[in-house]
Structure formats: C-alpha cells, structure tokens
T-cell receptor, first 115, second 108 residues
Framework: DAGVIQSPRHEVTEMGQEVTLRCKPISGHNSLFWYRQTMMRGLELLIYFNNNVPIDDSGMPEDRFSAKMPNASFSTLKIQPSEPRDSAVYFC?????????????FGDGTRLSIL | RKEVEQDPGPFNVPEGATVAFNCTYSNSASQSFFWYRQDCRKEPKLLMSVYSSGNEDGRFTAQLNRASQYISLLIRDSKLSDSATYLCVVNYDYKLSFGAGTTVTVRA
C-alpha cells in the first residue's frame, strides 16, 4: 500500500521566493496534518485538516504560511515570501477516520533550505 | 512546562543489552499513547501503541502509568538496528504531542 507521499523531497531556494510543498495522504484517511521539525523546536504541528476542512491552524507561524486541501487526496503548504528561518523538515501525516485516537502515518518529509 | 518530557540520552548500550527509558506527560486527560521511532534524516514511524495494561511487541515492552502520567519503553536483546531516536507521543483529541526524543545507540 502507498504511504503518505510528499513532494519535493528536497527544496533549496533563495529568501523571498514562494515555496509550495505537496502531500497526498493515504487513501481512505480523512485527517491530514502538516508538521515542521527543527533541531531547536522538535516536531511542531502547523495545521490539521479533517474531511478537507482546516480545523486547527493555531500552529501556523505567521501569515506567510498558508495551507489548502482542495480534495481528499491532495494538500499544499505554501510559504510566501520564504525566509531563512523557515528552513526545516516539513512532514505531512494522515490518519484514518476511526476515531481521533488513531496513530498518524508520516510521509518522507520535505527538507527545505532557504538561503 | 513541555507537554511531553523525555530524557534525551544518549543511551549507549552493547548488542544484547536491555535498555529502558520513559517519558512524562502533563495533560491528565490524554487519551492515547504511542512510541514512534525516528532514524536520522527520516520520518517518524509508529513503533507501538501503549495500553494501560502494558503491551509487548517482540523485544519491545511498553507500559503506561496514568496515575503518575508516565510511559516507558523497554528494549530487550538490543540489536544494532535498534539505534534510533525514540519519540514519546501523547494524543488528546486529534492532537499529537511529541517528546523531543531519546537517542539510543547500540554498539557491536
């Protein structure tokens, strides 16, 4: 079975550029999460979608960050304009609809470097 | 105070040894508990769920103490491939709270 698929795997870009990260959750999963991981702050939840609707975006750092989920099989996280402090690994995760206590399954992550 | 606190380690153990570590969590209303494993430059992967009665999965044993709000993981007969960072994860509603991880290094 295909797991959570993220693209790109790596992104290097200059500050000020727009960055778009993509995620395809596991088929049948109705919850989707975007995380950011850094050495200093560990894993942080950025935003949570349930049935394509954003439920909690309190972790989104600032207005430069936005996320969408136009359908059940696709989500994007966009940073515009990007800054060097946005450099991190961004993970997408999904979980099944059988209750809120299900473990989440993570994609391989996007390693983002902003120069 | 962090929601989930873990001893960062590292725990350096020889092959075949037993290693155990735990974590504490602050939200007494937490509903479910997990251990995830993360290898260097990889994504977190579910190792096992943790139940109040304690549970085993091969060489791994997890325990949950709700009264004291701590979770433990024990690895028996450790293998080189067990070298990783182990993340203690606590769930309240939909939200997972991750510990910073305990690093385990198994040496030959």
């Amino acid at each position: 079975d295909a797991g959570v698929i993220q693209s790109p795997r790596h992104e290097v870009t200059e500050m000020g550029q727009e960055v778009t990260l993509r995620c395809k959750p596991i088929s049948g999963h109705n919850s989707l999460f975007w995380y950011r991981q850094t050495m200093m702050r560990g894993l942080e939840l950025l935003i949570y979608f349930n049935n394509n609707v954003p439920i909690d975006d309190s972790g989104m750092p600032e207005d430069r960050f936005s996320a969408k989920m136009p359908n059940a099989s696709f989500s994007t996280l966009k940073i515009q304009p990007s800054e060097p402090r946005d450099s991190a690994v961004y993970f997408c995760a999904s979980s099944p609809p059988t209750g809120s206590n299900q473990p989440q399954h993570f994609g391989d992550g996007t390693r983002l470097s902003i120069l | 105070r962090k929601e989930v606190e873990q001893d960062p380690g590292p725990f350096n153990v020889p092959e075949g040894a037993t290693v155990a570590f735990n974590c504490t969590y602050s939200n007494s209303a937490s509903q479910s508990f997990f251990w995830y494993r993360q290898d260097c430059r990889k994504e977190p992967k579910l190792l096992m769920s943790v139940y109040s009665s304690g549970n085993e999965d091969g060489r791994f044993t997890a325990q949950l103490n709700r009264a004291s709000q701590y979770i433990s993981l024990l690895i028996r007969d450790s293998k080189l491939s067990d070298s990783a960072t182990y993340l203690c994860v606590v769930n309240y509603d939909y939200k997972l709270s991750f510990g910073a991880g305990t690093t385990v290094t198994v040496r030959a």
